[in-house]
């Protein structure tokens, strides 16, 4: 039994390994080990994750022992900011969760086009989502430029 709820200020610590952990085991079988460090390396300003808690709406999946198993973040102008699942939690609906909550919320808020910087990784369930490729791009992670997709969703009403 998974529950989304919004995270709090005192998830950062949890969030933190959870995403370092994701990155560096779930992302490298698209990206090299050298890329997935860099990347991961990004969450290790702790100040960085208090002001992402701030700008944009986190939520955490949590499962019945109370771990944090996945979380994702929006802004009000449908930009979904990150979208991680633990690595011991992968293809177990988690993502699929969240993304639920997510639109749910773009809707309450009027919200009519989602848009997000996806990994290699992460594009095939987006599209399952229903987003679409816009553009491939290479974006700064730490100190190396990775290979990711700006994808968007048109959500109808």
Known sequence: MLVVRDATVAD????????????LTVNRKDYSLEEVEDWASCG???????????????????NDQNIIVGFASINDNGYIHVMFVHKDFQRQGVALLLYQTI??????????????EVSITARPFFEKQGFIVDKEQ????????????MMSKLLEY
């Open 12 to 23: 950062i610590p949890e969030i933190q390994k959870l995403y370092q952990d994701t990155v």
């Open 44 to 62: 290790d300003d702790i100040n960085h994750l208090y002001a992402q808690l701030t700008e944009h709406r986190y939520m955490v999946a949590v």
């Open 103 to 116: 639109e749910q919320y773009a809707r309450e808020k009027g919200i009519n086009r989602l848009t997000s």
């Open 138 to 149: 290479k974006r700064k992670a730490n100190q190396l430029c990775l290979t990711n997709y």
